[in-house]
Structure formats: structure tokens, C-alpha cells
């Protein structure tokens, strides 16, 4: 009986691949079973089995691409014939409790720096095109900053919040943010994100230097005067200005402009910027997969091209 359930699933997905193949493409563009040797084996086999773990990391990446939350992601497997195939049909799905605890699971033994260092390994054998040079940028990660008690005192700064733990308020302009910061190094050329910092909101952005001795990075005028590890340096500048050191702002605008493509996809296609999580750790293991599934979409892009 259930293979003849699997038959009909496969049957009618292949109707939903003629109309949309995206998922398809990126599951086929990756060796996920590369992932699975750098979990740490179980000690015991006691308990109840741990779902698959390939099974997991693939749930993450389309919890990234698509926005949404641990509830609506099992809701939408269970739902949705393009995600069952990605998944390859799973018998048994996950709720949105094992989910969380996988996502958890991930912060120990350095398991999310395994993953992101094997995606990027994977990358650099695609032999994508890239230019000299890296972009370095920041951008918020907004977060619900709770809800003023009756009777409490008026909030501010140092207000503790409701709902969110670490986040912080800052103020950019005449606008004012509160949650956390992301710092991404972008390869110029590819606009693959090569690294992720995050930090709550409150941190400038020249705080975090991503970038590493033999490389030369672009920023903007935020880091105006801010050292960087680069050998090269370039730097917007800000105040007033001489002639030549608009046009060098010029060129450097030009070169760095490439680093928005990665913050606007996210945000538009991926709905992305905003998080419900209140820690910060858990924050930045949301947004590591956020960044691997927009270099897994940018990867499918540049193949295509």
C-alpha cells in the first residue's frame, strides 16, 4: 500500500515540476549526503531514532528560501508536493518542535561552522566566475521589541523587552531599529556571501572586520577611517571632500554596489530581515542558513547564465 501512496505522490509531482522545477534545481546542485559525516555519532542507541539529519538540513534551507516559521514549515511539508519532493518523499516529517531542537542541536560541537565551510568547499569546485576583491556591508535583523506593561515605566535603551533577550535599539537617520546586525563578506563578481557575523543592533558596523590579510575590501562610508585586516583598502570617504576624492568614491560605489544584490534578495524574495528568535545564537544560526540558501540560489542563477 505504501508504495503505491509513493507512486501516486511522484505521479502527480510530475504534473507541479512542468509548471515550477526551482526546488528541483537546487536540490540536484548540491551533495547533500556530504553533510551527514560531520554530525558526531550517537553514543547510544537508546531512546527514540533522531530523524535523518540530511532529512533536517534540507528543511532549514527551505524554511530560508521561503520565510517562514517552524509552525507554518511543517504545516507547508505536509502541504506541499514541490517541498515533499525535495525532502524525496519522507514517510515520517518532522513537527515544528523537532525542528527547533535540531536547529538547537546545530550550536554544539561546531556542527554550523561544518556545514557553512563543506557548502563553501562545494561552491569553489562550481569554478564560478569572480573579480578582485571583496564587499564587506552590514544590515538589520529587526526583532519584536515586546510590549510596555501597564503601569511600567516609560521604555528606553536599557528597557528590558518581553519578548527579545539580546536584541538592542539603535537609530539610523531619523529611524530607529531594535534587534540585531548582520555582517556579511561578499565576493565580488559571484555575489556568493563568503562570511557571516552577527551582533545586536547597537554595534557599528566598522566593529566587525571580516575580511582576511590577502584580500582587498570595498565598504562604504560607514567605515570611514575604521582599520581593516585587508592589504587593500578601499574604503569610501566621508566630509568634505576634494575633487579626486569624490571620484575615488565614485569608482568604489561602482565596485561595491554588487554587495546589495545579496541583502536585496533576501529581503524581497526571501522575505528575510526580520526574526522571531530573541537570542543571539540562535538568531545567527537562522540567518548562517539564510546566507547558504541564497548562495545555493545565486549558485543556480550563475549556472544558468
Wanted: a positive charge; glycine letters at 6%; aromatic letters at 10%.
Amino acid at each position: 500500500m505504501q508504495n503505491l501512496i509513493d507512486f501516486s505522490l511522484k505521479q502527480k509531482y510530475s504534473e507541479v515540476k512542468k509548471l515550477r522545477s526551482r526546488l528541483e534545481d537546487m536540490k540536484k546542485l548540491m551533495n547533500w549526503e556530504a553533510f551527514l559525516p560531520l554530525f558526531p555519532e550517537k553514543e547510544t542507541n537508546k531512546g527514540r531514532p533522531s530523524y535523518e539529519k540530511i532529512l533536517m538540513i534540507k528543511l532549514l534551507f527551505l524554511q530560508s528560501w521561503y520565510g517562514i516559521s517552524d509552525e507554518e514549515l511543517e504545516f507547508q511539508v505536509h502541504d506541499r508536493l514541490s517541498f515533499q519532493q525535495f525532502l524525496d518523499f519522507p514517510k515520517d516529517i518532522p513537527d515544528y518542535s523537532t525542528i527547533w531542537r535540531f536547529r538547537e542541536e546545530l550550536s554544539e560541537e561546531d556542527i554550523l561552522d561544518k556545514i557553512w565551510e563543506e557548502l563553501q568547499r562545494q561552491i569553489e569546485e562550481k569554478n564560478l566566475k569572480v573579480k578582485k576583491g571583496v564587499i564587506q556591508d552590514a544590515t538589520f535583523i529587526t526583532a519584536d521589541p515586546g510590549k510596555q506593561k501597564r503601569n511600567s515605566e516609560p521604555r528606553g535603551r536599557d528597557a528590558q523587552t518581553s519578548r527579545s533577550k539580546d536584541g538592542t535599539w539603535t537609530k539610523k537617520g531619523n529611524k530607529s531599529f531594535f534587534g540585531f546586525k548582520e555582517h556579511i563578506k561578499i565576493q565580488r563578481g559571484s555575489k556568493i556571501i563568503k562570511d557571516i557575523a552577527l551582533t545586536t543592533a547597537k554595534v557599528h558596523d566598522g566593529a566587525v572586520d571580516l575580511t582576511n590579510p590577502d584580500e582587498i575590501v570595498y565598504r562604504d562610508r560607514g567605515y570611514t577611517g575604521i582599520k581593516t585586516n585587508a592589504k587593500g583598502n578601499g574604503t569610501m570617504k566621508r566630509g568634505k571632500l576634494t575633487p579626486k576624492q569624490k571620484s575615488r568614491n565614485k569608482r568604489i560605489t561602482k565596485k561595491r554596489s554588487e554587495g546589495e544584490h545579496p541583502l536585496a534578495t533576501i529581503k524581497k524574495c526571501f522575505k528575510g530581515g526580520h526574526t522571531r528568535l530573541t537570542t543571539l545564537y540562535r538568531v545567527f544560526t537562522q540567518q548562517v542558513f539564510v546566507g547558504m540558501a541564497y548562495n545555493v540560489h545565486r549558485v543556480n542563477s550563475l549556472l544558468k547564465t
